[in-house]
Structure formats: structure tokens, C-alpha cells
């Protein structure tokens, strides 16, 4: 009896860890509330305009995230679900002044507003996910149950075993009730060509960018899971533990711009159904925590700068200086300039760029270079090559 208690115990706090809610990212604004008083109700008035300050704040850190014209696009959604619950996002806020103008109160306040549940508020109504031109995302994560081989992440179920995607469709349903977009391995297979170096379990970040780029996918989650037996807890159950270690990868860069590692125990009579239940819990724990940095990093980026990666052919150096100075000076939205390497005419730079890759493309086509042109003659969501063409 004190076994099965202990076991009960342990299982207990395994299950409070796994939905203890993570730290989240707020930021703090400055607004103003107007209400009108009538009949002298002043205290009414009071509680009015607090709460349409708290809506400007939330109003603001949508600004942050998103631009003006996404924000004009989507007033009605944007209105509807999200500035109709406002104080879900206000954490806390402090009233730091008040003046009656006529029959008009006006209050200031300062309001915490959480960034990390208005972007995943908006990523749910497809707002945030527009933003960044919904990124198609290609999930490649080997998986092994106990008594199975180890299920790589390319192989079709097959009669004899268990569910061999359950890491998969558990990402898939999660990560789709956000507004993500799916390509599935299987049904592109026809785009990808496989060679048996790519026949691996644990796939590499660039062999995994290789395969994805051949389905047109922007992102791939690459990892793998692994389910153990733990030992028994007691009436003939079986207690099973998983771990699952995956990152999202940009195809275009290369770039990680999420990682996460969890574990997560399954109990059942049958060791299989123990590992199936470990793995899916780890899953949901895994692809919860995955998909929280993900929409993070798209939030730091609609709202702020994103990098961009350039490269350039066709120019010698004095061109290449004149490139530079174009790009600090006469291109919107450019806020900082990282020259990375200039070898044999071909220049590569890295900018933190306002908006995206297709826009600053647009915009470079368009300015005066002096002696030359420059062409687009490749462009993704996060990177361009250009090169130089004499006028």
C-alpha cells in the first residue's frame, strides 16, 4: 500500500508539472481612457475609462506585433476576439493619473499586458500567421514504442504494431488549431527524392532542409522520441517513460529558431499502450512548448525586425559599398546592416529588416544604384540573391 501511495505520489506531480503554465513575455505601455460622466456618477465614469484605457493598451501591443495596414485588414476579427476580452491580457495595470475636461473623464494608466497570450490569441484567429505568410511547416521526428523498432521518421504504419505517428498527428492537431500550415511528408513524397543517406533516424538540421525544400515547406521540426520501460507501480501496471527532443528549423537559413526537450510517463496493463500514452503525452508537452517559441519568435518579428539574409553577385567593391550605403540610407525599414563575407564579386550581408524579404526586394528594384541595376534572382521569406546588372 505505501508503494502504490508513493507511485500515486510521483504520477501526481508528474501530471501537475506537465500543465504548469510557462513565463510569458509582457510589455508594458502607457494609456488614456475617456468616459463620459453623467448625472455625476463620477465613480461609473471612473470604471469606463479604465476600461477603455486597458483596450488602448491592448490596442498598442497589437501595434507592436503587427502592422497598420494587417491591423486595418483584420479590424473586424481583431475586434470581435480579441479587444472583446481585454482583461485575459491586461496582468496588471496602475492608475497614474485622472482630469475631468467638462462632462468627460480622462484616466492614464500604465497596464502589463501579456504578449505571449495576445500572439497566441491572434495566431488562433489567423492574424499573426498572415502576418508571416503562413509558413508551411513539415514535421520530420523518429519515434520508437517499447517492443518496436524504431519507427524513422520516413516509414508508412504498418500492420503489426502500434500507431507509429502518434508524435506526428499529435504535433499536427496541436500545432493546426493555431492557424499552422501542414505539409505531410507522405503525401509530398512524390516531390521528395530520398537517397539512403537521408534514411536516417536522427536527420541532420541540413539534410533536414534539403528534403523540405524540395516540398516547398519553410519550416521543418525535426527530433526524435523514445519510450522506456520504467518499471511496475502496482496491480499489474506498467509505468512507462518518454523523451522527446526536437527544433524548428527555417529551410531558407538554416536558422533554429525554436528547441525543446520533455519527458512524460504513461501507465497502463500493457507496456505497448503505456509507451503510446507516454509518447503522446510527451508530445502534447513537446509541441505546447515548441509551438509557444515559434509564435514568439513570429511575434518579435512582425512587431519588430527580422533578419534577412542577402546575397549579391556581379559587383566589385566599389559597387558593393555603394550597395551598403543605398541600403543604411534609402531603404525603409532597415534597421541595422552585418556584412558577412565579399569573395570573388559575390558579397554576402545580413540585414534586420521592418518587413519582409519580398518587400525589400520590391523596394531595391526600384532604387537608383548609380552605374548599375540589381536584379531579383531568388527570394524566400527570409533570404534574397540578387545580382549586379550594368546600365
Known amino acids: 500500500m505505501v508503494r502504490i501511495l508513493k507511485c500515486s505520489m510521483v504520477f501526481a506531480l508528474i501530471f501537475l508539472s506537465a500543465f504548469q503554465a510557462p513565463a510569458q513575455e509582457t510589455k508594458t505601455v502607457s494609456a488614456e481612457g475617456v468616459a463620459a460622466v453623467q448625472q455625476n456618477a463620477v465613480d461609473i465614469a471612473r470604471d469606463a475609462a479604465i476600461e477603455d484605457a486597458q483596450k488602448r493598451a491592448v490596442e498598442q501591443a497589437i501595434g507592436i506585433m503587427i502592422d497598420s495596414q494587417t491591423q486595418v485588414e483584420n479590424y473586424q476579427v481583431i475586434s470581435d476576439k480579441i479587444l472583446s476580452q481585454i482583461k485575459g491580457y491586461i496582468n496588471r495595470y496602475n492608475v497614474t493619473g485622472e482630469t475631468r475636461d467638462g462632462a468627460l473623464l480622462r484616466v492614464r494608466i500604465t497596464a502589463d499586458v501579456s504578449l505571449g ?28 514504442n517499447l517492443g518496436e523498432e524504431v519507427n524513422a521518421w520516413w516509414l508508412e504504419p504498418h500492420g503489426g504494431q502500434a500507431d507509429l505517428s502518434v508524435v506526428e498527428n499529435t504535433f499536427m492537431d496541436r500545432f493546426t488549431e493555431k492557424g499552422f500550415s501542414f505539409i505531410d511528408h507522405q503525401t509530398a513524397s512524390k516531390e521528395i527524392h530520398m537517397t539512403a543517406a537521408y534514411r536516417v533516424q536522427n536527420l541532420s538540421a541540413a539534410q533536414a532542409r534539403t528534403l523540405a525544400n524540395q516540398a516547398d515547406a519553410e519550416v521543418v521540426i525535426i527530433g526524435k522520441a523514445v519510450a522506456k520501460l520504467y518499471g511496475d507501480v502496482g496491480g499489474g501496471l506498467k509505468s512507462v517513460q518518454a523523451d522527446l527532443s526536437a527544433k524548428a528549423v527555417r529551410t531558407d537559413t538554416g536558422q533554429v529558431i525554436a528547441a525543446t526537450t520533455q519527458h512524460a510517463a504513461g501507465v497502463h496493463i500493457a507496456e505497448t499502450s503505456a509507451g503510446t500514452e507516454a509518447l503522446r503525452k510527451v508530445s502534447n508537452l513537446a509541441a505546447d512548448d515548441l509551438m509557444a517559441k515559434i509564435l514568439a519568435v513570429y511575434s518579435k518579428e512582425t512587431g519588430g525586425t527580422r533578419p534577412v539574409a542577402i546575397t549579391i553577385t556581379g559587383l566589385n567593391k566599389t559597387q558593393f559599398v555603394k550597395f551598403k550605403d543605398v541600403l543604411r540610407n534609402q531603404v525603409r525599414g532597415i534597421k541595422d546592416l552585418h556584412e558577412r563575407s565579399f569573395s570573388n564579386s559575390t558579397a554576402k550581408i545580413e540585414v534586420d529588416s521592418k518587413t519582409s524579404a519580398q518587400a525589400l526586394s520590391d523596394e531595391l528594384v526600384l532604387k537608383d544604384f548609380g552605374t548599375f541595376s540589381v536584379e531579383v534572382v531568388n527570394s524566400t521569406a527570409n533570404t534574397l540573391e540578387l545580382k549586379v546588372a550594368p546600365k
Open 117 to 144: 497570450k495576445l500572439s497566441d490569441d491572434l495566431s488562433a484567429v489567423g492574424v499573426l500567421m498572415g502576418q508571416m505568410h503562413k509558413p508551411r511547416t513539415m514535421i520530420m521526428i523518429a519515434e520508437q
